[in-house]
C-alpha cells in the first residue's frame, strides 16, 4: 500500500458514516471520468517538440505522448528494431530518432486514412 493510500484510509476511517458514503460517491465518480476521459484519445498529435538533445528511449516516450491514438503494440516491432540498431549497432541516435518520427507519423496516417 502506498503512503497516498494509507493516508486516504486513516482519513476515511476518521470520518462519520455519512460523509464516508459521501466521499465513495465522490471516489466513483472521479473513476468513472477516468474511465471516460482515457477512452477520448485525441484525434490528432499533440504538440510536443522533440529537444536538441534527447536519446532514443525519451524519444519513443515523447512520441507515444504525441500519437496517444496509435496501439503500441503495432509499433512495437519497428521500434525494438529501430532500438537495436542504435544500441547494438551503435547507430546514432538522432538517426534512429529521425525514422522513429517517421515510422509514428507513418502509422498515424495509415489509421487516419482508415477511419
Not at 482515457?38 to 529537444?51: A, C, S
Not at 519497428?78 to 502509422?107: G, N, W, Y
Request: glycine content about 2%.
Amino acid at each position: 500500500m502506498t503512503a497516498d493510500e494509507r493516508r486516504l484510509l486513516r482519513l476515511y476511517r476518521g470520518l462519520p458514516a455519512a460523509q464516508r458514503a459521501g466521499l465513495l460517491d465522490y471516489a466513483e465518480y472521479l473513476a468513472s471520468r477516468a474511465v471516460t476521459d482515457e477512452d477520448e484519445k485525441p484525434r490528432q498529435p499533440l504538440p510536443i517538440p522533440r529537444p536538441t538533445e534527447e536519446s532514443v528511449i525519451k524519444a519513443i516516450r515523447r512520441l507515444k505522448q504525441t500519437y496517444p491514438m496509435l496501439d503500441a503494440n503495432r509499433l512495437l516491432h519497428e521500434t525494438s528494431s529501430l532500438m537495436a540498431q542504435h544500441v547494438v549497432h551503435k547507430r546514432p541516435a538522432a538517426e534512429v530518432i529521425d525514422e522513429l518520427e517517421a515510422l509514428f507519423r507513418r502509422h498515424y496516417d495509415s489509421q487516419k486514412i482508415e477511419d
